[in-house]
């Protein structure tokens, strides 16, 4: 009837639109029939009323065919359409069956319905009342019907009758149920004619006088027998019922019909509600809200039962409207019943599944919990009964998109609740004022106290359910929402607050009223906790928000929460600022997650309810007989979903949970998370880690922002860190370490509170979790409370407790060990045995912190320097940590070391050679060659120089004297595989050997460094050079590893001409690096002999470009200006390069030494080991030993068993004999070899005109002088080498000019080198010299070894430079000649040597004496020239010397000349001369013995002046001091109290304990008893108080005798006589004062 209404308000006639407009529409229709369905429901009405008012029935007839081929060719389409789909259906064919079922599809048909409605309007529009009115008259008057037809009203009858021809016309039967496109209107008798227009429709919907117009009034019902009986008795007389109804008229039949339907509705009286009142109305809609609709399906009206949702849900509105109509109930009211019921159902939905278990803290005791709503709502038994109220809803509120009625309706709830809990709370308020009430009258009157909770929950179920399907927008409720939380500022106050609390922790308070303070703070804070709690459950917002976000959606309840507090968001949504908008929304969340621990479980359930079908792949593929009631776009995520799909929607989630600390209540939502993205990760084939594109920023954004910082949020355990660890384990070392550091930031424990500036901290952004701020902050004083306490003997216990507070948070732990052992490096070896009980994932943090110290700073502060001030000597700081990272690679290797040698490597490419010092302790301690290193050259000995010249196990025997560390050899194999792994180690050697000139010429910074530290830092480049190549190049594991290091090698070195041109290297540094390669491409077929593999005749790929080939002889061409190659030979050039030590010199007496005394060792453990008598010494000596460490008895028993770690020693041992002798017999093989070779090659190795004099000049530039200062074993080679040469008696190779050469370049070079490099040519000056000497005093090697070799022969240039005869060009020189020419040479060392003593200059002067100091025992010989450096030295070793380190080495230096000249090494000293020097030594030591003696004299008479001074009463009175070791009056002897102090007093002046006095050696200040002692003459037995042992009772007389003669004794060997000897050898502690008066 409204839809009526609104029809005919909106259409008024007349209208007026011309004839040409129809014609226009008639072609619309003709040739665009698809467009029916839409343009004849609006051209009906308007054609028809077109037709009606022209007063033409041709007109109407033409418009009405118009329109019924419109409607035929409609339906055609329509029935093809239906029969297609009945045919693939397979229905009934049976022809009444189906033309029952077209007629009941047509009546919903809206083309259909818009055709009737059209007509039933125009019917109305026609003006019938003057025609019914007419007719009433005339018939009244007892005219007939037909004669009311006149002429005068035929016009006014036209308009009626042209919509009585169209109604006719549309209900005329045509056979359109055929596939017959033409159509023809004869065959009406067809049996698929149907009209178009169903005439039930038009029955139904016209007027009763347009349905008697157009003849469509159903037939009245023929007569029963009963009226033919009535009819029979009364003669047809009476006017009867049955007669009437005989005689009735369609029409009259449909009149009674119609007044007896309304007697029925209005006048008839029924058991009940006369009037119609609505409470019938809602008395019937409330039982079917309850009961009706969960009986089932509904009944049509062809009898048929639907029990579909849809069919259901439309006949369950179709009786609610009935309902509405018939009791002419309020919609609103019935919306609000419906609400009502909806809040029902929902909530015994929840109730029926309160016993099921829940994960949510919520869930389980709150039907508001996530899990007892989403689980009850995703496993509903029967969900028509929702989905059937949700329809009716939603039609009521009349299809509203934003539920403008439901909203005010909820809102009046949500009013009305809160203002019956004020007024509850006010009458509660006003009695408790009073003070009339009792506790009786209390619990009685229930009614009137106020409400432990205002608002019910289902109230907030069934808002949040309506608002996820879109029946009502929340933000709509705010308005009715009287929310008392103020959210925001109750976060910013909880923040504050906790950063107060935060600031406290580990202050320790003494005071105690502080501490009651405390406790009643404390006790505030749990009441304000309380509270808060309350609020929030009765906060509407809350209640809302979580129930929402129980529906499964994110986005919409945390933007409902963010604009109901977050006053921010309003303005964020008006300018569209969508970064401002998610800030508000994440504050909002996070503040709400902080503050309730409720809301904070169901963010988890909600993460937890996401991920559950990804956690249970393949789990759970059974179809479950329950449905949802939930929105689809709220279910889990698929199986297949993709990582980064999954980390995009948790990203948010995720970080508040981790922001607001909650997570701690869900450990296994973190452990399926972590597993989730464990499987996620896959790896690719034969990769361990995944490649950088599969991690996008989404997924980088949850580990950093949740899984990483998570972790210190739980208890410290190893679990969490395990399942961490096997997720990041497969991440690049560079995501981690960036995961790491955004764990860090912006500082650890409180350093991120001292950060924060106030605004921060109340405005509430904190740039870290205060939960993760807590847990960094107790982690450390647990680690500190440890590492204070922790020792050698607990280490294990205490190392446990240790490395389990750092489970959680490694980051501090670590941060702070590494802080002592910058400080205490004692503790390094104790802190990596305490790493054991740590786990895989603290190490590789503790990988990362190393990282960071090293870099000097704390990740954004300025770098710390490395060196002290002045550069010479590495800071403690540095110093630690480089040994303590070789400490942890070896002991644990599987740590990842890319990180820190890629650091390195960036630091070297910058020039910095501060962190050389860890590279070099890397490869000694984790790679296990620390034989390869020396501190420096000159400290290396004769020894350790004759190992170098073995092989490798040789080298390790003799490199620490016997002493072989233990070696890792894991931690060795991983370290060369992670240098061999993208090229890194062969670019440190490239970085480091260009880093040498950076060192030299352009040093980074500002102002100029002393040249010492320029050499220190050129020399410790040099060394690790050196280091490093000869581990990258080690080729002994390759049977364990079963790899090629040196083919590994050889694929990353560029070659020989590269290394030269592109990288800039020198000729002897770049033949340095290329010599494993070249060495092994010469020895290739002798090596494999000698391993067994004599098969292998081909050469390997990988060594052909290191080969000897003609390419090679010409990439040397361009190692040496070209003019080089007139004096030089590529065959000498080339030997020289590439042969090492190794090739030609075979230490045999240091192999015959070495492998003696390991088999003395192997003897010494076979017999401890078989025990006995023989071995009874020496287990005594291990007993003796073991005690003397202070080892217990225990520990001494086990000193002398022999034990496992004997039995792998003795393994050893004899796996090293025999090595030796292996690897002795093959360097004898070699060098054999080698001297053949170069026996072959003596033709080529020198040029036939090198007689001349240039070849030892261009030999000496090219070749000895740029390798022999490279290293040890270089220097060493080179003059081996030259003796090679020698010995073959090779032509042209004049021995005396190269020397001639070396003293040359030897004493220039003096001025211009480093410690190392003085160290190299002392070695190499030392070997040549020792030669020289032969020469020069031996006769006999003289002859046998240099006349009449080629080597002895001069050109004709230096002979005559010399004033040598011809004789020397062709026969050689004389031995006199020799004499002259050795002169010269010692002259010319002795001259540099003294100018560099008395240059100003550091280096000049260091380099000399490291030089000196090394040939000492065979330079010099000649007295002059000795005599001259020592009197050079005196300067140096003078107190007045600024240099310290120069006035030792003198003194040493001086030491060994004076005892080389004493043991006859000045061999041309004249004896008169020696014994003159004697005989003046021996007066000057009886000289100073006199003076010795006399001054012990002086102070002993001294000491009895003074004593008798103080120990003869006087003014002093009586001396306490006689008194000591008397008997006191308890019985005890002076100084037996056990409260005295039992250690001595402390030196009289600290800061400076050494004292020179005018007469006598330095002695230190000693103590009071010892300074008594010497006042009293030392030898004298007097009463002396030496401070007691309580442990040893009270101190006798007798005891204090003896101590005072073992003091004597000690003074003076020779019972009171002091000799000389003695006196120089008293030490400092045995100091004197100097000889004063008896007056002072």
Known sequence: QQCRYQLYKNVNPPYRIVLPTIHHHQMNLSKHGG?????????????????????????????????????????????????????????????????????????????????????????????????????????????????????????????????????????????????????????????????????????????????????????????????????????????????????????????????????????????????????????????????????????????????????????????????????????????????????????????????????????????????????????????????????????LDGNSSSGRAIAHLLGFKYRSYNNRAAKLAAVAAEKGKDGKDTSDKAGSDKSTSAPARIYPRSLFISTAFLSAHGLVDPHNLLPHLNSTLNLIDTYKTHTTTTINRLKKLGVVSLNSSKADKKDAKDDAADNESADRDAAFRNDPIIGVFRAYLAMGDWDKPVAFLAHATVPEFDSAVKDSDGDKMFSAMELAVLAACSLSESVGADVCAWVSTMIKNVYNEGGNNGKSSRASILPLLNSPFPTETPLSEISSVLRGPLSTLAASGVIRLAQPLYIKLCQIYNKKLTLAENKVEVELKCIDDNIMSVLSTFMVPSLSLFPSDTLLPKELWSLLKKLPYTLRYNLYSAWRKPGLEKGTLRSMLPKDIKSGKIPKPLGIIESEIETGIAARYVLKRISKENIKDMGRQLSKTSHNNPLVVFTDILAKIESYDNLILMMVDTFQFATELSLDVMGYCLLLSLGGSDGGGQRRSGTKMGGLNTEQWLASLETFTGAFYKKFPDVELRGILIYLTARFRDGESSELGVLRSLIKTAGGYGFVDYDSTASLSELQLDGRCGSRLLKRETSSFGVVDNINRKAS????????????????????????????????????????????????????????????????????????????????????????????????????????????????????????????????????????????????????????????????????????????????????????????????????????????????????????????????????????????????????????????????????????????????????????????????????????????????????????????????????????????????????????????????????????????????????????????????????????????????????????????????IGVSSIGCFTSSEYMHTRAALIVLSRIVLVYPTQPKVGDKILKSLSSLQSDDNPRPDIRATAQGYYSQLTKARDEGMWKEENIAVTRARQEKEK???????????????????????????????????????????????????????????????????????????????????????????????????????????????????????????????????????????QQSKRTRGEWAPPRRSARR
């Open 1483 to 1621: 007066a000057k030591a009886e000289e100073r013995k006199k003076n010795l003696a006399l001054q012990h004299e002086n102070m002993k008479k001294e000491s009895e002046a003074i004593t008798r001074e103080i120990g003869d009463g006087g003014r002093y009175g009586r001396d306490r001091r006689d008194d000591r070791g008397r008997p006191d009056d308890r019985g005890r002897a002076w100084g037996a109290e056990p409260r005295a102090h039992q250690q001595r007093a402390p030196p009289m002046n600290v800061s400076a304990p050494v004292f020179t006095p005018k007469v006598g050696a330095q002695r230190e200040l000693g103590f009071a008893d010892r300074r008594e002692h010497d006042r009293r003459g030392g030898g004298q037995e007097r009463d002396v108080y030496v401070p007691p042992n309580r442990r040893d009772g009270p101190v006798t007389r007798r005891q204090e005798e003896g101590r005072g003669e073992r003091r004597k004794r000690s003074r003076s060997p020779d019972h009171g006589d002091d000799s000389e000897h």
């Open 35 to 395: 467009s029916l369905s839409s343009d004849a429901s609006r051209m009906a009405p308007v054609m028809m009323i077109i037709c009606c008012h022209h007063h033409q029935t041709s007109r109407s007839k033409e418009a009405g065919g118009v329109l019924s081929d419109s409607i035929e060719w409609y339906l055609r389409q329509w029935w093809s359409q239906q029969h297609q789909n009945n045919t693939s259906d397979g229905g009934d064919n049976n022809d009444n069956h189906v033309s029952a079922k077209v007629q009941k599809q047509l009546k919903d048909d809206p083309v259909i319905c818009a055709v009737v409605e059209s007509l039933w309007l125009v019917g109305c529009l026609l003006d019938t009342e003057e025609v019914s009115t007419t007719a009433q008259v005339k018939k009244g008057e007892g005219l007939s019907a037909d004669a009311t037809n006149s002429d005068g009203d035929k016009t006014s009858k036209v308009p009626y009758q042209c919509l009585v021809n169209i109604i006719k016309d549309l209900t005329s039967s045509r056979n359109w149920m055929t596939d017959n496109k033409d159509g023809d209107d004869a065959m009406e008798t067809d049996e698929n004619s149907q009209p178009l227009i169903p005439i039930a429709s038009l029955q139904t919907t016209l007027e009763l006088s347009l349905l008697q117009a157009a003849n469509l009034l159903p037939n009245p019902p023929p007569t029963t027998a009963k009226a033919k009986a009535m009819k029979a008795r009364t003669g047809g007389k009476a006017g009867g019922a049955a007669a009437a109804v005989a005689d009735d008229t369609p029409v009259d039949f449909v009149h009674k019909k119609l007044k007896k339907m309304n007697t029925d509705m209005y006048y008839r009286q029924h058991k009940f509600n006369l009037l119609a009142e609505e409470s019938e109305g809602y008395a019937k809609l409330l039982s079917f809200f309850v009961v009706g609709i969960c009986e089932g399906g509904t009944v049509g009206k062809d009898g048929e039962e639907d029990d579909g949702e849809d069919s259901s849900s439309k006949e369950a509105r179709k009786y609610v409207r009935e309902l509405i109509g018939a009791f002419d109930l309020d919609p609103n009211r019935v919306l609000d019943l419906a609400l009502d019921a909806l809040e029902w159902e929902l909530n015994e939905i929840i109730t029926s599944q309160q016993t099921k278990k829940s994960s949510s803290k919520g869930g389980a005791n709150e039907e508001l919990g996530f899990d007892a709503i989403n689980k009850a709502f995703l496993n509903v038994q029967s969900p028509k009964v929702v989905n059937t109220l949700l329809a009716i809803i939603r039609e």
């Open 973 to 1388: 194999q991983h370290l060369r595989a992670v240098l061999q792994g993208g090229d890194l180690g062969v670019m440190m050697i490239l970085l480091l050997s260009q880093m040498r000139l950076k060192i030299l010429y352009t040093k980074a910074g500002s102002g100029t460094e002393h040249v010492k530290v320029i050499g220190n830092t050129y020399d410790d480049c040099e060394a690790v050079l050196c280091l490093l190549l000869e581990f990258l190049s080690d080729s002994s594991d390759d049977q364990v590893t079963g790899s090629s290091t040196k083919e590994k090698f050889a694929a990353s070195m560029p070659s020989l001409e590269d290394l030269h041109t592109k990288y800039g290297l020198d000729t002897a540094v770049a033949w340095m690096l290329c010599r494993p390669l070249i060495r092994k491409s010469m020895f290739f077929k002798d090596d494999n002999k000698l391993a067994g593999n004599a098969s292998q005749k081909v050469m390997p790929a990988f060594l052909e470009r290191f080969a000897a080939s003609p390419d090679m002889t010409k990439s040397c061409e361009k190692l040496l200006p070209q003019g080089a190659w007139k004096n030089i030979t590529q065959a000498m050039f080339q030997a020289f390069y590439s042969l090492s030590i190794y090739d030609i010199l075979c230490p045999e007496e240091r192999y015959n030494i070495e492998i003696g005394r390991l088999k003395k060792e192997v003897e010494r453990l076979i017999i401890l080991q078989k025990g006995g008598d023989a071995a009874r010494g020496q287990m005594s000596a291990l007993a003796a030993a073991a005690a003397a460490a202070g080892a217990s008895a225990n520990e001494v028993r086990l000193a002398t068993t022999f034990t496992l770690v004997h039995r792998e020693e003795l393994d050893r041992l004899k796996r090293n004999v025999d090595q030796l002798n292996k690897d002795f017999q093959r360097q004898q093989k070699r060098c054999k070899f080698v001297t053949s070779m170069l026996e072959s090659q003596k033709e080529d190795l020198i040029r036939s005109g090198g007689s001349d004099g240039t070849f030892a000049s261009a030999f000496m530039t090219f070749c000895v002088y740029p390798r022999c200062f490279l290293s040890p074993e270089d220097s060493l080679f080179c003059a081996q080498f030259i003796k090679v040469l020698h010995r073959m008696r090779l032509p042209g190779f004049s021995t005396i000019e190269i020397i001639d050469n070396i003293v040359n370049a030897a004493t220039g070079s003096l001025y211009s080198m480093t410690e190392d490099e003085a160290g190299n040519l002392a070695i190499f000056f030392h070997e040549i010299w020792k030669s020289v000497n032969s020469w020069r005093y031996d006769n006999d090697a003289f002859s046998t070894e240099l006349k009449g070799s080629p080597g002895s022969k001069l050109s004709k240039a230096y002979a005559e430079a010399n004033s040598i005869g011809d004789h020397s060009t062709t026969d050689g020189i004389t031995h006199d000649d020799f004499k002259s020419i050795y002169t010269q040479w010692h002259n010319k």
